[in-house]
């Protein structure tokens, strides 16, 4: 008799056991699906080199936390002061297929507050910034804007603090589930600063783009080149490679 009990015990114990990590694995499962990150390489001839993270947690089922880095000093960046971009925000689908997130973002540097001159500081600027995603089963686009604006006035005598508005526009059409082709716009305007009279056009680039993805997602790599519409400029050029994790 107590043979048996402690065979039933064993049984009961062990699928407890198995029944807890079912639960663990799960709830891991789950926990793993909130959470998203996407890195990407880029460069082009303005920027030079700069990586470029992107993550969002799932905090409800219409509603994610949002972060990003950008490391500009991997190109230009590191003669803005090691200039570097770290924000925060939301985001969330209005309708199937289309993400909208506005974030705010922190810079260390100097580009902004000392107009590239000297060593960087914490709290060059700061930028407000929103982006809009189309993903659909034949189309993709990106709309993004910032306005990097200085928080602090750490010019030298006869220098300048800066100030900038960055926006793109893209738009794909998904060829295959390989390959994607479309047309990329993207304008970037000094809008004035300490000393600055007015605004000017730094670059106005515009032209097609090719992309090949991984048609079981986590990889792609984009190219893009044009023309440069800024009087003087020449043309452009953009490569990105990115992942999703």
């Given at each position: 008799?107590?043979?048996?009990?402690?065979?039933?015990?064993?049984?009961?114990?062990?699928?407890?056991?198995?029944?807890?990590?079912?639960?663990?694995?799960?709830?891991?499962?789950?926990?793993?699906?909130?959470?998203?990150?996407?890195?990407?390489l880029n460069s082009d001839q303005?920027?030079?080199?700069?990586?470029?993270?992107?993550?969002?947690?799932?905090?409800?089922?219409?509603?994610?936390?949002?972060?990003y880095g950008i490391l500009w000093s991997g190109g230009s960046g590191g003669g803005w002061g090691n200039w570097t971009e770290f924000g925060v925000g939301v985001g969330?689908?209005?309708?199937?297929?289309?993400?909208?997130?506005?974030?705010i973002g922190i810079l260390g540097g100097s580009l902004l507050s000392k107009g590239a001159v000297g060593a960087g500081i914490f709290g060059d600027g700061i930028v407000p910034n929103l982006t809009i995603g189309l993903d659909k089963a034949k189309t993709e686009g990106e709309i993004y804007?910032?306005?990097?604006?200085?928080?602090?006035?750490?010019?030298?005598?006869?220098?300048?603090?800066?100030?900038?508005l960055h926006y793109w526009?893209?738009?794909?059409?998904?060829?295959?589930?390989?390959?994607?082709?479309?047309?990329h716009f993207e304008h970037l305007i000094n809008t004035g600063g300490s000393n600055v009279a007015e605004a000017t056009d730094v670059y106005q680039w515009l032209g097609p783009y090719v992309q090949f993805s991984n048609p079981k997602g986590g990889a792609f790599a984009?190219?893009?080149?044009?023309?440069?519409?800024?009087?003087?400029?020449?043309?452009?050029?953009?490569?990105?490679?990115g992942f999703s994790f």
């Open positions: 008799m107590q043979n048996k009990i402690t065979k039933i015990t064993a049984a009961v114990t062990l699928t407890f056991v198995c029944f807890l990590g079912m639960s663990f694995q799960q709830a891991s499962a789950q926990e793993e699906s909130r959470f998203n990150m996407d890195v990407t303005f920027f030079g080199f700069y990586p470029f993270f992107s993550g969002s947690y799932s905090l409800s089922s219409t509603l994610d936390f949002t972060f969330f689908e209005p309708a199937e297929g289309i993400s909208v997130s506005p974030q804007a910032g306005f990097y604006a200085p928080l602090r006035n750490e010019a030298p005598t006869g220098g300048t603090t800066l100030s900038y526009a893209n738009f794909g059409i998904k060829a295959t589930e390989f390959f994607s082709v479309g047309a984009r190219f893009s080149f044009g023309t440069d519409l800024v009087a003087g400029n020449d043309s452009f050029f953009k490569l990105t490679t």
